[in-house]
Structure formats: structure tokens, C-alpha cells
């Protein structure tokens, strides 16, 4: 009976999955545009006005003092010189890549000591909340302020790395702003880069050690690859400045208003140096005196690792020739030392020795382009 009832009974189908989402398309007339794939590697930078400004101030402000702690362990604190008390302008630029032109709508600033994207940090919640708001919220790379021709710190390459990562497409930027120029001697300094094929390697594998300076031949010149970069402004304020014109007819001169209301000014002809180049050769002799430390830092570490790997190496031999014994005794022989280990202590990393030695030559190039300013106006 109850067979006859079940066979009587409909079939049961299999339930049928879901339809999964189709992917988002990219829309038709952004096809040729978007680097959807990132097949195509920055060409230039475009960075908004706005954006422009804000580093400008960034710069500029009262920043609080660097954090005490180094990247790396040192043996000996880094000695207290005027360039490492100067604070250093960081921050986060948010845009999008069109057709290899990185184009950099907004950019936040970042607390002093920052320099991760991670799950709690103050930059994955503002990035949070701009997602919320719908501005744009990609982080595309980062600003750093330097003094007087100074170069790329660990600090901006880590988050640069980051950047990298958080993004997924290996084209964070880095824009440099020169305030040591711009508060002296009010020449306007302000660059694009990116980090080279080699130190993209680098940067994938984590290691900076000189094995992987070797292979991938880096050196300071040769960390960053420069980018043209270009200031451009909204379409709203470019059609402000186009309402703005001059007076058709010119305003004679008077009694009041004199042909010439201002006397000629000879400011281009001061010399700079006696203000100017005092400062750059005490910049350069603290470049100098934190690379001989932080050299100094690598040759005890050195040496330290070379200590602790001759202590890895005796062990290790001294466990073969007791499981060697024990063997012939027809004992059990001891457990196998780890991988870890043998390999020994990893080396130290040579990024802030990268970062040191740009930085002198950034600051010695500055200041002979100083010198040679000052020298010609000196025979005008």
C-alpha cells in the first residue's frame, strides 16, 4: 500500500542553486579608459588643486615631534641632530587610474608614526567613513614633506608598500613636497615618483637585505623612477577664472594713481648664501652623521649574526656526531634541529641605509645648485 502511494506520488526535483551575481561591467564608454587588469603601468600624475593645497598646508603646520622608535633595532639611540628633530609631512593620496595617468582627487593626513593600512589604524576607519559618504576612497599613494632636496623616508616606503598591497595593483605613487625650499628661498619643489621594477621586487618578497639589493640591483638612484607631474583645477574654478578680466582701458596716470606706483624691487639680486647656505651644510652633516650611525648599526649587526650563526653551526654539528653514537650504541637518537634553525638569524634590513644615503645626496645636490645660484648673482 504505501509502495503504491509513493510511486503515485510526483517526482522530486533537485533544487536549482541560485543564479550567481554577474560581475559589475565596466560601462562602454570607460572601457578604453579603466585599467581594469592593471596591465598598464603609471605614465604621469595629475594631481587636483585641492589636493595641492592641502600638502602645501600639511607642510606647513605645527607638526608634533617624530615618535622616539626606529624601525629597527638599534644598539645606541641615533644621535639628536636638526634634521632628524624636523617633522616630517605624511599622508595618504585617493584617486584613480585612467589610461596610465594617475589622476589624485583627495588626499588625509596621517598621525605621526603611522605608516600601515591595517585593520584598526586610523587610516582603514577614515577610509571607512569616506566609503560611506561616497567621495573617493582608493588609496592611490602617498605625500611626503622633506627639507632642503631631502629624500624618500622608511616610513613613506612602508606605507607606500601598503598602499600597494591594499589596493592590489602595484602603482602607488609617491609625491614629494620640498618645504625646506619653499619656507627659504620660496622656489616651489614638488615631485612625482614611483618605486622601481627592482624595488617592486623588493618590497613583494620583504627583504632588503644585501642579497636582494644584489639581485635586484638597487641603490638609492636607482630606488624611485621619476614621474611628470601636472597641477590641474575643477571645472567649476576654471570657469571662475574665465570670468575674470582686466579693465579694457587702462587707467591713466595721475596725480593719485603715479605710471609707476611701486619702486623697482632688486630682491632677485640678493645673495642668498650668508642665510641659505649655512643651513644646507648643517643639513648635510646631519645626513652624514645619522648614516654613520645607522652604519655603525649595521656593522654590530653584522657581526652579531655572524656571532650567532657560528653558535647554529656548532650545534648543529655537535648534534650529528652524538646521533652518530648513538647510532653505533644502537640508541635513539635526539630530534633534528629545525629548519629555522639551521638557516640562522636573518640579516638585517639595508632600506634605512637606502633611504640615508638619498638623502645625503639629495641635500649635497641641493646645496650645490645653492652655491651656483648664489655665485651668479654675485656677478650680476
Known amino acids: 500500500m504505501a509502495a503504491a502511494i509513493a510511486a503515485s506520488l510526483p517526482a522530486q526535483t533537485a533544487p536549482t542553486p541560485a543564479p550567481a551575481p554577474a560581475p559589475a561591467k565596466v560601462p562602454a564608454r570607460m572601457e578604453g579608459f579603466l585599467d581594469v587588469e592593471a596591465a598598464r603601468d603609471v605614465e604621469s600624475v595629475k594631481l587636483s588643486s585641492l589636493v595641492f593645497l592641502k600638502v ?15 624601525f629597527q633595532q638599534d644598539r645606541n639611540a641615533p644621535p639628536p641632530t636638526n634634521l632628524s628633530s624636523h617633522p616630517d609631512a605624511l ?15 583627495d588626499s588625509f593626513a596621517l598621525p605621526a608614526g603611522e605608516t600601515s593600512l591595517g585593520a584598526h ?7 571607512g567613513h569616506l566609503r560611506e559618504v561616497q ?23 612602508d606605507l607606500m608598500v601598503a598602499v600597494e598591497k591594499a589596493a592590489g595593483r602595484g602603482k602607488a605613487i609617491l609625491v614629494i613636497h620640498d618645504a625646506g625650499k619653499a619656507a627659504n ?22 627583504k632588503w637585505d644585501v642579497t636582494a639589493l644584489a639581485e635586484n640591483k638597487l641603490t638609492a638612484a636607482t630606488m624611485l623612477t621619476p614621474l611628470p607631474l601636472t597641477v590641474s583645477s575643477p571645472a567649476l574654478i576654471n570657469a571662475f577664472l574665465a570670468t575674470l578680466t582686466t579693465p579694457a582701458t587702462p587707467a591713466k596716470p595721475s596725480l593719485a594713481s603715479p605710471a609707476v606706483p611701486l619702486p623697482p624691487t632688486f630682491l632677485p639680486l640678493v645673495n642668498p648664501l650668508p642665510h641659505s647656505l649655512p643651513e644646507y651644510l648643517s643639513n648635510t652633516l646631519d645626513g652624514l652623521t645619522l648614516h654613520t650611525h645607522e652604519a655603525n648599526n649595521l656593522a654590530f649587526m653584522t657581526r652579531q649574526i655572524a656571532r650567532e650563526k657560528a653558535k647554529h653551526e656548532q650545534t648543529i654539528k655537535e648534534r650529528e656526531e652524538e646521533n652518530a653514537r648513538r647510532r653505533k650504541a ?11 634553525i639551521r638557516g640562522g638569524t636573518k640579516e638585517p634590513s639595508r632600506l634605512e641605509m637606502l633611504c ?7 641635500l649635497a645636490k641641493s646645496m650645490g645648485a645653492e652655491a651656483g645660484k648664489g655665485l651668479v648673482r654675485c656677478y650680476l
Open 56 to 70: 602645501l598646508k600639511h607642510s606647513t603646520d605645527s607638526l608634533p615631534a617624530p615618535p622616539p622608535q626606529t
Open 91 to 105: 599622508g595618504v593620496l585617493l584617486g584613480l587610474d585612467l589610461d596610465g595617468v594617475m589622476e589624485v582627487e
Open 121 to 127: 589604524s586610523y587610516s582603514n576607519r577614515l577610509l
Open 135 to 157: 567621495t573617493p576612497d582608493s588609496p592611490v599613494g602617498v605625500y611626503l614633506s622633506t627639507h632642503n632636496g631631502g629624500f624618500v623616508t622608511r616610513g613613506a616606503v
Open 185 to 206: 628661498s620660496s622656489d616651489l619643489s614638488i615631485k612625482a615618483y614611483k618605486l622601481s621594477e627592482g624595488a617592486q621586487e623588493a618590497a613583494k618578497s620583504g
Open 330 to 340: 644502537n640508541q635513539p637518537e635526539l630530534p633534528a634541529i629545525s629548519a629555522e
Open 356 to 362: 640615508l644615503q638619498g638623502q645625503v645626496d639629495g
